[in-house]
């Protein structure tokens, strides 16, 4: 799998936009990045997926670099439910799996 | 509503006894997968299936077995369970596969003793 790079732990102020940052410098140039996030215990939840541009839904936008090794994850007014780990994800051209890494466990502070 | 069931939530057994974990989504979807989260080792797929009567292994698939009979149905046998199986499962379903937007359910917590 193309792998992903992700930091730990970040922590941001209720309110605040939190920008979460993602490395993949070995994607190949049809292969799309997928986050997801899992608060707590429960089932990972979709967040937003994208290609080469950038994409904006309900949730978070997503933010791809012009040569696609990097993405941001952006939650623009973060509340104390968006308190999970987040997963940045992406699959090998040929393989029907997801393989989740360690992601990022993101504090929102009241 | 769209929703991926699987049951039990919790289960406990002893090593040996014969379970399964049913999953279970009405969304008509084709691609189904199962996986198992431990702490410091995260989300590990177990097995995916494709289609109805199509199934491939994941990335540890030992001790398990999983059948596609009917499209909504993926359950998960551990014929001969063990204590290193004790772990959180979570299945999970999408209708273009792995690159499609997958929908997991709220998961199974298994301790096998």
């Known amino acids: 799998d193309a792998k992903t790079t992700q930091p730990p732990s970040m922590d941001c102020a209720e309110g605040r936009a939190a920008n979460l940052p993602c490395n993949h410098s070995?994607?190949?140039?049809?292969?799309?990045v997928y986050w997801y996030r899992q608060i707590h215990s429960q089932g990972p939840q979709y967040i937003i997926h994208?290609?080469?541009n950038n994409e904006t839904n309900e949730m978070a936008s997503l933010i791809i670099t012009e040569d696609r090794k990097s993405s941001t994850l952006i939650l623009p007014h973060a509340t104390l439910r968006d308190t999970a780990v987040y997963y940045c994800?992406?699959?090998?051209?040929?393989?029907?799996?997801?393989?989740f890494g360690s992601g990022t466990r993101l504090l929102v502070r009241p | 509503e769209a929703q991926v069931t699987q049951n039990p939530r919790y289960l406990i057994t002893v090593t040996g006894k014969k379970l399964t974990v049913t999953c279970s989504q009405n969304?008509?979807?084709?691609?189904m997968s199962w996986y198992r989260q431990d702490p410091g080792l995260g989300l590990r797929q177990i097995y995916y299936?494709?289609?109805?009567?199509?199934?491939d292994k994941g990335d540890v698939p030992e001790g398990y077995k999983v059948s596609r009979k009917e499209k909504r149905n993926f359950p998960l046998i551990l014929e001969s369970p063990s204590p290193n199986q004790t772990s959180l499962y979570f299945c999970?379903?999408?209708?273009?596969?792995?690159?499609?937007?997958?929908?997991f359910g709220p998961g199974t917590r298994l301790t096998v003793t």
């Open positions: 299936s494709m289609n109805v009567e199509v199934t």
């Open positions: 969304m008509n979807h084709e691609y």
């Open positions: 070995t994607i190949s140039g049809n292969e799309y």
């Open positions: 994208g290609l080469k």
């Open positions: 999970a379903s999408s209708h273009q596969g792995p690159r499609g937007e997958q929908y």
């Open positions: 994800i992406v699959p090998m051209d040929s393989s029907y799996k997801l393989i």
